[in-house]
Antibody, heavy 122, light 110 residues
Framework: EVQLVESGGGVVRPGGSLRLSCAASGFTFNHYGMNWVRQAPGKGLEWVSGINWNGGSTGYADSVKGRFTISRDNAKNSLYLQMNSLGAEDTALYYCARATSASGSYFNCGYWGQGTLVTVSS | NFVLTQPHSVSESPGKTVTLSCTRS????????VQWYQQRPGSSPTTVIYEDNKRPSGVPDRFSGSIDSSSNSASLTISGLKTEDGADYYC?????????FGGGTKLTVL
């Protein structure tokens, strides 16, 4: 069974940093692209960032480019999101999502975790 | 980047058929696969259609997807509506190195 468990969320002050983690199990992690998708309270889904199977290709939404960094450790079956210069607009539930098929690319989100909540507030 | 536009809300009765639309603002809808996700209140999204018209195992065949190049849009059709189909539905595609989500459609079945 595919399992994705996010952690690292919490309350952070504006301008602060946070590192999210996603622990993956139930599939061969290094065969799949991975993504972070966020959902602000009462709002829709917003893709944040994606990474291919070996970390050689990444993408970022314009809203986070230059502030967030996605990475993965295939030896630890883990995905990460380093978030810097956080603002109130970054407050959201952050989902880790695995690509649908083992193509290595990250262009869809087949399986989703339960999310970790990030609140940016002074 | 392009925008995917979805109607904000749709209502239909149980047993009927509903079609949700997703229109791409620029570039061809056929150039990149479209996915559809269902999100029930308080739950994480799940995939109901991937690669335009494929259903993951466990998704009933009441759900079907298609694309229409003439209107540059994708559609999710749900037949034999059940009250449990009431949820938010999001279309998603990609371009270059980025994914794009539609704004979502709230489907009410009553």
């Amino acid at each position: 069974e595919v399992q994705l468990v996010e952690s690292g969320g919490g309350v952070v002050r504006p301008g602060g940093s946070l590192r999210l983690s996603c622990a993956a199990s139930g599939f061969t992690f290094n065969h799949y692209g991975m993504n972070w998708v966020r959902q602000a309270p009462g709002k829709g889904l917003e893709w944040v960032s994606g990474i291919n199977w070996n970390g050689g290709s990444t993408g970022y939404a314009d809203s986070v480019k230059g502030r967030f960094t996605i990475s993965r450790d295939n030896a630890k079956n883990s995905l990460y999101l380093q978030m810097n210069s956080l603002g109130a607009e970054d407050t959201a539930l952050y989902y880790c999502a695995r690509a649908t098929s083992a193509s290595g690319s990250y262009f869809n989100c087949g399986y989703w975790g339960q999310g970790t909540l990030v609140t940016v507030s002074s | 980047n392009f925008v995917l536009t979805q109607p904000h809300s749709v209502s239909e009765s149980p047993g009927k058929t509903v079609t949700l639309s997703c229109t791409r603002s620029s570039g061809s809808i056929a150039s990149n696969y479209v996915q559809w996700y269902q999100q029930r209140p308080g739950s994480s999204p799940t995939t109901v259609i991937y690669e335009d018209n494929k259903r993951p195992s466990g998704v009933p065949d009441r759900f079907s997807g298609s694309i229409d190049s003439s209107s540059n849009s994708a559609s999710l059709t749900i037949s034999g509506l059940k009250t449990e189909d009431g949820a938010d539905y999001y279309c998603q595609s990609y371009d270059g190195s980025n994914q794009v989500f539609g704004g979502g459609t709230k489907l009410t079945v009553l």
